[in-house]
C-alpha cells in the first residue's frame, strides 16, 4: 500500500489548527479509498461559506457589530446539518473543520444529511439575555437565505441551547409567515423538540463504548471511566453510565479534576456543582490536577469537552484502553500515530459523538410529519443506528488494515463520493 503523505505536512507548529487536520485525515482516506483527484477537490471544498456583520445595540445604548459564519460543507446527501457556537475563539477555519466533520458524521450513521457548521464571535457570558436575543435575530435574519428544513438545519453547540434555537425559530417563522419548526432541531418540548435529545450525544458515547467493550471481554462494572468536561456531553455520559454500573473514577473540569478510586456519586457531584459552581471540594472525592488526570490508569477515557485535549506532547501518557471521542476534533493527527502504536483502541469523534445528531435527525422528522415519539422509541432508534454503526467503522477498519479514524472517514467519504456520482454534476 501507498504511504500516505499529507497535502499540508502537519508538525508540531500547526497540529492543533483544526483546518489542516481534518484535511490531513480527508487526504488519508482519499489516498487508501483511491477516490481520482477531481472527486477528492469536490469533497474537500465546502459547497458554500458566508460571513456576515452583525450589528447589536448594548443595552447602553452603544452600538456593536459581531463577525458570524455559516459554512455548509456538503449538500450531496440532503440539508446541510451542523450547530451554531457563540465564543470569542471562533474563527473560519474552526467552522470550515466543523462543517467538514459533520459531513463525515452524517454520513458515518447513514442519515441523510450534509455537514454545515455556524459561529458568532463573541462572549455571551458578557451579553445580557436581551442583548443575545438582539445577536441571535439579527444573525439568523444574516443567514435566512441559507438556512430552512430542506437547506441547512442548525442546531444548538458550544454557548448556545434551547431558548438560542427557539429564538432563531421564531425569526425564520416571522419571515417565512407561517410556523416553521423543523429549521432548527435542540428546540424546546413545547415548539418541536424531540424526546431524548438532550441525553442524545451522552448516550451514544455509552453506547458505542458498550460496543467496544464487548470486544475486550470487559463488563460495565469493571471498566473505570475517565470523563474530561462535566458539561452536557460528558455530564450526561457520566450519570447514564454510571445507571450501567460503570465506575466513573474520575471528572475533570476546566479549574481542576476530582477522583475517586471506587466511582464517584455522579448525581451529588453535580449537586455540589450546582451549589458551589466547582467540582472541587466534593465530599465524595479528592482534588486532583486536572492535566494529571488525563492520565489515570483506566478502561475508558470520554474527553467530552474541547479541541486538541490530546496532541502530541501527551498522547503517549494515556493509560486507557479505550478513547471514546465525545468533542469534535479532541485528538491531533500527530497524537493519532501514537495511540495507534500504544495499541489505544479509538471511537472517533465521528462516530462516538453522533447520536447527537442522529436524534436531531428524529427531531427534524418528527416535526415535518406533525407525529412525536415516545423516548423509548427515540432511544431504541438510536441504539440501532450507533450500533450498526460502530460495526460498520470497525469491520471497514479491519477489512483495509486502517485504525479506526481512518476507516470512519473511508467510509463516509465512500458514501459521499457515491451519492455525487449517482447524482452527476450539474452543468
Known sequence: MATFVPTVPISHDNEKNPWLAAAARFDEAA?????????????RAPARELTVNIPVQLDDGRLEVFTGYRVQH???????????????????????????????????????????????????HVLSDAELEKLTRRYTYEIIDFIGPERDVPAPDVNTNEKVMAWIMDTYSMHARHTVTAVVTGKPMALGGSRGRPEATGRGCMMVTLQALARFGLKPADSRVVIQGFGNVGGMAARLMTAMGFPIVAIIEWDGAVYNPHGLDIAALQKHRTETGSILGFAGGEDMDRHDAMFLECEVLLPAATENVIASHNAARLRCKILCE??????????????EENRVFVIPDILANAGGVTVSYFEWVQDRQGFFWNEQLVNQRLE???????????????????????????????????AIKLRGIYA
Open 31 to 43: 489516498m487508501r479509498l483511491g477516490l481520482d483527484e477531481g472527486m477528492q477537490k469536490v469533497l
Open 384 to 418: 440501532e443506528i450507533m450500533v450498526e454503526s460502530f460495526s460498520a467503522v470497525v469491520e471497514y477498519a479491519e477489512k483495509h488494515g486502517v485504525h479506526n479514524r481512518t476507516a470512519a472517514y473511508m467510509l463516509a467519504l465512500d458514501r459521499v463520493a457515491d
Open 74 to 124: 456538503s449538500l450531496a446527501r440532503g440539508p446541510a446539518k451542523g450547530g451554531i457556537r457563540f465564543s470569542p475563539d471562533v474563527t473560519l477555519d474552526e467552522v470550515r473543520a466543523l462543517a467538514s466533520w459533520m459531513t463525515w458524521k452524517c454520513a458515518v450513521v447513514n442519515i441523510p444529511f450534509g455537514g454545515g457548521k455556524g459561529g458568532v464571535i463573541c462572549d455571551p
Open 326 to 339: 465525545g468533542a469534535n476534533g479532541p485528538t491531533t493527527p500527530l497524537a493519532d500515530a501514537i495511540l
